[in-house]
């Protein structure tokens, strides 16, 4: 376009851009940003602008919103725009609300209408740009004003309206699923809509419906079958092929769906075998839109009632990938052979090298995808591996994200797995020490939970983990700066068990406590869990009928601590004081030893409150009103209740809401007994007091959630002896317990020998380092390569019969599928976009080889770097580095049009260097007319070539 | 679902963002920041995906620019960088061999284009030629001297 024509816009918008592109630091930028700013500001408030100055001011805005800055102040003269009649005003209005506004922006309400009006128009193009904004703007209270407007639209004469109508109720349905419940059957007649566009948009409402439920669309797997059978055949107009494949993006989407509606449902996944296998056939493996579509179609394997067949199928595309070079497609592998090894796992052990290298690899992203796969296929044999592999992966890694979600896998494998108490206290001590304060505090929680309920074999083995837990923690003590959840930790279970098998004394225990205090004064949360672990030794001594002396530094403690800013702090070292002078029977029944594991019942009524209420009221107090009874209040945390009642409620309320009710005094007395007993009171405001001021030491972060009542698991007991309720069935799965002296024999345990002589053969040439086959082995059970060391054999348990049948069909099924694959010609082109010169799509080249190319190479000088720098001396680098890569060297032979990326010989000759020049010369672009036409018009506009970055004038499709 | 697309030069400079959840300025900034930073110093062999804040996002790099997409766990990453494409090759016959300097002056024009590739976070049309018709019946209307050279009826 802007080639022939030009870029319409006024001199001083171009300038703006230009400058913007020749800024060299974000400080320049943002002062012309700030500049430009003040200029919009004025301007756009001048009376009687013509609109095409109005749309330009608009696209102004856009463009210093996109940069980052913000243009609210012109978000109202956007909104004015979609008023107008022009359609090229309105659209502009449109898109630049629908860039600027979110769905919760108060100036919405003036655009309803408008959309509205639009929405009904007898021009089809107002009614697309009203759908477009319809998406982007409307909540779920603005549904209801357009949803029948665009139930109507689902019936357009016009294709793009329906399929834009389409997506609307999708969003609609995204939004508030219960607007458009009565509407979900136009879904399924828009199914059979006679445009493949609306029907492939209808496909997108579909998936998620059927993901949310199953059983309703069971009826439409036949149907959903036989388009993709006609989609596979090539019945769709040639104009939904993409590089030659037929309506990639539809077959994409169907077998999602397929995949939903087969999972576990073996008469609707017979129904698919058929036209899955067909598409394996059919896909070009040598083009990436074919491997995505491939990879979708493992997915749909794995997921629905497995087919030999079509395991063998997957398994051979999974091995393509795997040997494939490009990391994509490695990548896919990795992910396509996790999902399939939950059904046949004996398929991991032919790519046990290929899986090593990924995990050595130097991509990041490869490394994590290959860690995740190996997560899925832990078992107790080779959960040592994997767990220090993970660990030694997060200790390198920055990204807090990911450092949580690997620490906690970590835990979650080593509770499930663990071969011995002492890998289990090792491998959690190594996680928190590197996770630090990262791991979950429920994390934290189960550890403790686990260290006191022990793995429930025997009493012997429960006390040698608290002896190594404790022994193990002594040790750590001595690191210089651990972080606040381990602390916690360590000081409860030093406090439980730190002199429960005598091995150490109890002023040595508390010695250490007392400089874990020290050391961290800072942390208040952790000066709470030492003192109350003083609080248990010592208990624990005076019951055991044995002198207490406190040690001096101790007493030091206790003397700030009593008079500490923290209440919680202070509470606790009171406590202390009291349990130290009582006598031993009187401690015993305080605190009995090793109770921690008790249930101890919450009255949740508060029944025992009862009569106070009863005197309060006889007093003359007001009665509680509960919460659902109460309008109006100021409801701080249970917002989403409110959300979600005025969904239902369907309308916009323009009603004043009504004024709070003077309920205050009922509460006071409530407030006060709480502070001072901590009792749970059902009143959310004070909840969330409660938890500030008193600090509970735990998971109460998440105290202002938005559940009413108290949340008890998981949270420190604040009376009695320090314990943690009972797991919910909610605070998870890692309450239950392993049997961990068993042995789990698993399917892939059992390797299978054939399969893997086939494969040794195979890869026998290639050279195998010998840490690596060490690895395999310890990975996947000791079978790597061509050696039968007796380590395999111990694992081969029983190499059951039908695998070793099933290894002959699949080598059979392999050789017909390459031959048949060799049969197969590529199709002819059948890309029709009229053009003559069609070229970039070159449908002969392989888009993954093309995709490499475009990549510059590694020696280029970053010139994200030498950006801020002075200005042309230091590009001169940049710009012979970019013109250093020889065509054949990047790109790939096959693609007719390398050279156009330097088509622009004016430029270059301006740019100067004779080795540009000779490069220009032998270039021909693909279509040198345009570029020079483009090239004249910017030096007309005056960004010359000199400008920092000559990647600006490259086509972007080589 | 796509969550947004960002298209970022190698310079870092934003050329053309597109947000389909709601994303406060101040998190929009932070994002193109974090992802930047990323992406651009990822070597050329390397896979085009990224992990990030538990999403992955797709990227593929034209000439020096890099179009990037953020997407669910659970979506299929190499259908997504066919969409890139699909929507570079759709632009580079509007633009008649696009380059970042066509999206540079034009990026409200790209927005257009992308508004009939992408709706609410999900591919729209797969076929060029339809999205190719209707950007085309919009030029026309809209009587703006138009640049619409590769693109035919027919």
Same mark, same amino acid.
């Given at each position: 376009?802007?080639?022939?024509?030009?870029?319409?816009?006024?001199?001083?918008?171009?300038?703006?851009?230009? *400058?913007?592109?020749?800024?060299?630091?974000?400080?320049?930028?943002?002062?012309?940003?700030?500049?430009?700013?003040?200029?919009?500001?004025?301007?756009?408030?001048?009376?009687?602008?013509?609109?095409?100055?109005?749309?330009?001011?608009?696209?102004?805005?856009?463009?210093?919103?996109?940069?980052?800055?913000?243009?609210?102040?012109?978000?109202?003269?956007?909104?004015?725009?979609?008023?107008?009649?022009?359609?090229?005003?309105?659209?502009?209005?449109?898109?630049?609300?629908?860039?600027?506004?979110?769905?919760?922006?108060?100036?919405?309400?003036?655009?309803?209408?408008?959309?509205?009006?639009? %929405?009904?128009?007898?021009?089809?193009?107002?009614?697309?740009?009203?759908?477009?904004?319809?998406?982007?703007?409307?909540?779920?209270?603005?549904?209801?004003?357009?949803?029948? %407007?665009?139930?109507?639209?689902?019936?357009?004469?016009?294709?793009?309206?329906?399929?834009?109508?389409?997506?609307?109720?999708?969003?609609?349905?995204?939004?508030?699923?219960?607007?458009?419940?009565?509407?979900?059957?136009?879904?399924?007649?828009?199914?059979?809509?006679?445009?493949?566009?609306?029907?492939?948009?209808?496909?997108?409402?579909?998936?998620? %419906?059927?993901?949310?439920?199953?059983?309703?669309?069971?009826?439409?797997?036949?149907?959903?079958?036989?388009?993709?059978?006609?989609?596979?055949?090539?019945?769709?107009?040639?104009?939904?092929?993409?590089?030659?494949?037929?309506?990639?993006?539809?077959?994409?989407?169907?077998?999602?769906?397929?995949?939903?509606?087969?999972?576990?449902?073996?008469?609707?996944?017979?129904?698919?075998?058929?036209?899955?296998?067909?598409?394996?056939?059919?896909?070009?493996?040598?083009?990436?839109?074919?491997?995505?579509?491939?990879?979708?179609?493992?997915?749909?394997?794995?997921?629905?009632?497995?087919?030999?067949?079509?395991?063998?199928?997957?398994?051979?595309?999974?091995?393509?990938?795997?040997?494939?070079?490009?990391?994509?497609?490695?990548?896919?592998?990795?992910?396509?052979?996790?999902?399939?090894?939950?059904?046949?796992?004996?398929?991991?052990?032919?790519?046990?090298?290929?899986?090593?290298?990924?995990?050595?690899?130097?991509?990041?992203?490869?490394?994590?995808?290959?860690?995740?796969?190996?997560?899925?296929?832990?078992?107790?044999? +080779?959960?040592?591996?994997?767990?220090?592999?993970?660990?030694?992966?997060?200790?390198?890694?920055?990204?807090?994200?990911?450092?949580?979600?690997?620490?906690?896998?970590?835990?979650?494998?080593?509770?499930?797995?663990?071969?011995?108490?002492?890998?289990?206290?090792?491998?959690?001590?190594?996680?928190?020490?590197?996770?630090?304060?990262?791991?979950?505090?429920?994390?934290?929680?189960?550890?403790?939970?686990?260290?006191?309920?022990?793995?429930?074999?025997?009493?012997?083995?429960?006390?040698?983990?608290?002896?190594?837990?404790?022994?193990?923690?002594?040790?750590?003590?001595?690191?210089?700066?651990?972080?606040?959840?381990?602390?916690?930790?360590?000081?409860?279970?030093?406090?439980?068990?730190?002199?429960?098998?005598?091995?150490?004394?109890?002023?040595?225990?508390?010695?250490?406590?007392?400089?874990?205090?020290?050391?961290?004064?800072?942390?208040?949360?952790?000066?709470?869990?030492?003192?109350?672990?003083?609080?248990?030794?010592?208990?624990?001594?005076?019951?055991?009928?044995?002198?207490?002396?406190?040690?001096?530094?101790?007493?030091?403690?206790?003397?700030?601590?009593?008079?500490?800013?923290?209440?919680?702090?202070?509470?606790?070292?009171?406590?202390?004081?009291?349990?130290?002078?009582?006598? @031993?029977?009187?401690?015993?029944?305080?605190?009995? *030893?090793?109770?921690?594991?008790?249930?101890?019942?919450?009255?949740?009524?508060?029944?025992?409150?009862?009569?106070?209420?009863?005197?309060?009221?006889?007093?003359?107090?007001?009665?509680?009103?509960?919460?659902?009874?109460?309008?109006?209040?100021?409801?701080? *945390?249970?917002?989403? +209740?409110?959300?979600?009642?005025?969904?239902?409620?369907?309308?916009?309320?323009?009603?004043?809401?009504?004024?709070?009710?003077?309920?205050?005094?009922?509460?006071?007395?409530?407030?006060?007994?709480?502070?001072?007993?901590?009792?749970?009171?059902?009143?959310?405001?004070?909840?969330?007091?409660?938890?500030?001021?008193?600090?509970?030491?735990?998971?109460?972060?998440?105290?202002?959630?938005?559940?009413?009542?108290?949340?008890?698991?998981?949270?420190?007991?604040?009376?009695?002896?320090?314990?943690?309720?009972?797991?919910?069935?909610?605070?998870?799965?890692?309450?239950?317990?392993?049997?961990?002296?068993?042995?789990?024999?698993?399917?892939?345990?059992?390797?299978?020998?054939?399969?893997?002589?086939?494969?040794?053969?195979?890869?026998?040439?290639?050279?195998?380092?010998?840490?690596?086959?060490?690895?395999? @082995?310890?990975?996947?059970?000791?079978?790597?390569?061509?050696?039968?060391?007796?380590?395999?054999?111990?694992?081969?348990?029983?190499?059951?019969?039908?695998?070793?049948?099933?290894?002959?069909?699949?080598?059979?099924?392999? /050789?017909?599928?390459? /031959?048949?694959?060799?049969?197969?010609?590529?199709?002819?082109?059948?890309?029709?976009?009229?053009?003559?010169?069609?070229?970039?799509?070159?449908?002969?080249?392989?888009?993954?080889?093309?995709?490499?190319?475009? %990549?510059?190479?590694?020696?280029?000088?970053?010139?994200?770097?030498?950006?801020?720098?002075?200005?042309?001396?230091?590009?001169?680098?940049?710009?012979?580095?970019?013109?250093?890569?020889?065509?054949?060297?990047?790109?790939?032979?096959?693609?007719?049009?390398?050279?156009?990326?330097?088509?622009?010989?004016?430029?270059?000759?301006?740019?100067?260097?004779?080795?540009?020049?000779?490069?220009?010369?032998?270039?021909?672009?693909?279509?040198?007319?345009?570029?020079?036409?483009?090239?004249?018009?910017?030096?007309?506009?005056?960004?010359?070539?000199?400008?920092?970055?000559?990647?600006?004038?490259?086509?972007?499709?080589? | 679902?796509?969550?947004?697309?960002?298209?970022?030069?190698?310079?870092?400079?934003?050329?053309?963002?597109?947000?389909?959840?709601?994303?406060?300025?101040?998190?929009?900034?932070?994002?193109?920041?974090?992802?930047?930073?990323?992406?651009?110093?990822?070597?050329?062999?390397?896979?085009?995906?990224?992990?990030?804040?538990?999403?992955?996002?797709?990227?593929?790099?034209?000439?020096?620019?890099?179009?990037?997409?953020?997407?669910?766990?659970?979506?299929?990453?190499?259908?997504?960088?066919?969409?890139?494409?699909?929507?570079?090759?759709?632009?580079?016959?509007?633009?008649?061999?696009?380059?970042?300097?066509?999206?540079?002056?034009?990026?409200?024009?790209?927005?257009?284009?992308?508004?009939?590739?992408?709706?609410?976070?999900?591919?729209?049309?797969?076929?060029?030629?339809?999205?190719?018709?209707?950007?085309?019946?919009?030029?026309?209307?809209?009587?703006?001297?138009?640049?619409?050279?590769?693109?035919?009826?027919?």
């Amino acid at each position: 376009m802007g080639s022939q024509g030009g870029f319409y816009q006024s001199k001083e918008f171009l300038d703006l851009v230009k *400058s913007i592109g020749e800024a060299r630091s974000k400080a320049e930028e943002d002062r012309i940003v700030l500049g430009e700013i003040e200029t919009l500001k004025r301007r756009i408030s001048e009376p009687d602008i013509p609109k095409r100055k109005m749309k330009e001011y608009i696209i102004r805005l856009v463009y210093v919103e996109m940069l980052g800055h913000d243009a609210s102040f012109g978000y109202i003269h956007a909104v004015k725009m979609t008023h107008d009649n022009s359609l090229l005003v309105k659209r502009t209005g449109y898109l630049a609300v629908t860039l600027f506004l979110n769905e919760d922006h108060d100036l919405i309400i003036l655009i309803v209408n408008t959309i509205q009006k639009d %929405l009904t128009s007898d021009n089809y193009l107002v009614v697309c740009a009203a759908l477009n904004a319809v998406c982007k703007l409307i909540n779920e209270e603005t549904i209801p004003a357009v949803l029948p %407007l665009v139930v109507e639209l689902l019936a357009h004469p016009k294709e793009a309206v329906r399929k834009k109508a389409i997506m609307a109720l999708h969003r609609f349905y995204q939004k508030s699923p219960s607007s458009v419940s009565h509407l979900l059957s136009n879904f399924r007649k828009r199914l059979c809509d006679n445009d493949p566009g609306v029907m492939g948009a209808t496909l997108c409402p579909l998936f998620e %419906l059927i993901t949310i439920d199953v059983n309703s669309y069971k009826d439409l797997v036949m149907s959903f079958v036989s388009i993709l059978k006609q989609v596979a055949e090539r019945r769709l107009p040639k104009a939904y092929d993409y590089h030659q494949m037929p309506a990639p993006f539809i077959q994409i989407k169907l077998l999602k769906i397929l995949a939903l509606l087969g999972s576990g449902d073996k008469q609707a996944s017979e129904n698919m075998y058929a036209v899955v296998g067909d598409i394996f056939k059919k896909c070009d493996s040598s083009s990436n839109i074919g491997n995505a579509v491939l990879y979708e179609c493992i997915c749909c394997v794995s997921t629905i009632y497995s087919n030999p067949k079509l395991l063998e199928f997957a398994a051979d595309a999974i091995s393509r990938f795997l040997k494939s070079d490009s990391h994509n497609l490695k990548y896919m592998g990795i992910d396509a052979l996790g999902r399939l090894i939950k059904i046949s796992p004996e398929i991991a052990e032919q790519h046990q090298l290929a899986v090593i290298d990924c995990l050595e690899d130097p991509d990041d992203t490869l490394k994590r995808k290959t860690l995740e796969l190996l997560y899925k296929m832990t078992k107790s044999t +080779n959960v040592e591996v994997i767990v220090d592999r993970m660990i030694d992966y997060m200790i390198n890694i920055n990204d807090n994200h990911y450092k949580t979600e690997i620490a906690s896998r970590c835990v979650e494998l080593a509770e499930q797995f663990a071969p011995s108490n002492q890998w289990f206290i090792q491998t959690m001590n190594k996680v928190f020490m590197h996770a630090g304060d990262l791991v979950n505090t429920k994390v934290a929680h189960n550890l403790m939970r686990l260290i006191a309920e022990g793995f429930g074999e025997d009493d012997d083995t429960d006390s040698q983990l608290r002896s190594s837990a404790v022994e193990s923690y002594l040790h750590i003590l001595g690191e210089s700066k651990l972080p606040s959840v381990f602390l916690q930790v360590i000081c409860w279970v030093l406090g439980e068990y730190g002199t429960a098998d005598g091995k150490y004394s109890a002023s040595y225990i508390t010695g250490k406590l007392c400089d874990v205090a020290e050391a961290y004064s800072s942390d208040e949360t952790v000066k709470a869990y030492a003192v109350t672990a003083l609080t248990k030794i010592y208990a624990f001594e005076i019951a055991a009928g044995r002198k207490v002396d406190m040690l001096p530094e101790c007493q030091s403690l206790m003397e700030e601590f009593l008079a500490s800013h923290s209440t919680d702090l202070q509470q606790r070292a009171y406590e202390l004081q009291a349990v130290i002078g009582l006598d @031993a029977h009187a401690v015993e029944s305080i605190m009995p *030893s090793d109770a921690n594991c008790e249930d101890i019942e919450v009255d949740k009524n508060l029944s025992f409150l009862t009569g106070y209420i009863q005197d309060s009221i006889e007093n003359g107090a007001q009665p509680y009103i509960p919460e659902n009874e109460r309008s109006g209040m100021l409801k701080i *945390s249970n917002f989403r +209740n409110q959300d979600h009642h005025e969904t239902s409620a369907h309308s916009l309320r323009f009603e004043a809401y009504e004024l709070p009710k003077q309920t205050v005094q009922s509460r006071i007395p409530l407030t006060s007994l709480a502070s001072t007993e901590i009792v749970p009171v059902p009143e959310p405001i004070y909840v969330r007091e409660i938890y500030q001021t008193t600090t509970v030491p735990s998971a109460s972060s998440d105290a202002g959630s938005t559940e009413l009542k108290l949340r008890l698991d998981g949270v420190q007991k604040k009376w009695g002896r320090q314990t943690h309720s009972p797991a919910t069935s909610t605070s998870s799965s890692t309450s239950q317990k392993t049997d961990n002296g068993i042995t789990q024999v698993d399917g892939s345990n059992t390797s299978n020998s054939r399969t893997l002589e086939t494969y040794d053969s195979r890869k026998q040439q290639v050279e195998i380092t010998p840490e690596k086959q060490k690895l395999a @082995a310890s990975l996947f059970g000791g079978s790597s390569k061509s050696e039968k060391k007796p380590a395999t054999g111990h694992k081969i348990s029983k190499p059951s019969s039908h695998i070793v049948e099933r290894s002959h069909v699949r080598k059979s099924s392999l /050789e017909i599928a390459s /031959e048949k694959k060799a049969s197969i010609q590529p199709p002819p082109d059948l890309l029709d976009f009229g053009e003559p010169t069609v070229n970039s799509a070159a449908p002969s080249v392989d888009p993954f080889k093309e995709l490499e190319g475009l %990549l510059e190479p590694t020696t280029q000088v970053d010139s994200a770097e030498n950006h801020g720098s002075t200005a042309a001396a230091t590009k001169s680098p940049d710009i012979m580095g970019l013109y250093t890569e020889t065509p054949a060297g990047i790109y790939n032979k096959d693609d007719s049009d390398i050279l156009s990326g330097l088509s622009n010989p004016p430029v270059r000759n301006m740019l100067g260097g004779t080795r540009s020049m000779q490069v220009a010369q032998s270039s021909k672009g693909r279509n040198l007319k345009n570029s020079l036409e483009k090239d004249a018009l910017v030096r007309q506009m005056g960004v010359t070539p000199s400008s920092p970055n000559p990647n600006l004038f490259k086509d972007l499709l080589g | 679902m796509i969550h947004f697309v960002l298209l970022i030069s190698r310079q870092g400079k934003v050329r053309l963002t597109k947000w389909y959840l709601p994303y406060s300025q101040k998190e929009r900034t932070k994002v193109i920041r974090e992802l930047g930073g990323v992406i651009l110093s990822r070597g050329p062999k390397l896979c085009n995906f990224v992990d990030w804040r538990g999403f992955k996002v797709v990227y593929k790099r034209y000439a020096s620019l890099y179009f990037c997409m953020c997407i669910d766990q659970d979506d299929n990453e190499l259908e997504v960088l066919e969409i890139i494409h699909h929507f570079v090759e759709i632009l580079d016959r509007y633009f008649g061999s696009v380059c970042e300097l066509d999206l540079i002056f034009n990026f409200h024009k790209a927005y257009y284009i992308l508004d009939e590739l992408l709706l609410a976070g999900e591919l729209q049309e797969s076929s060029k030629k339809t999205v190719a018709r209707l950007i085309a019946a919009q030029v026309f209307c809209l009587m703006e001297p138009c640049c619409f050279s590769g693109f035919t009826f027919q």
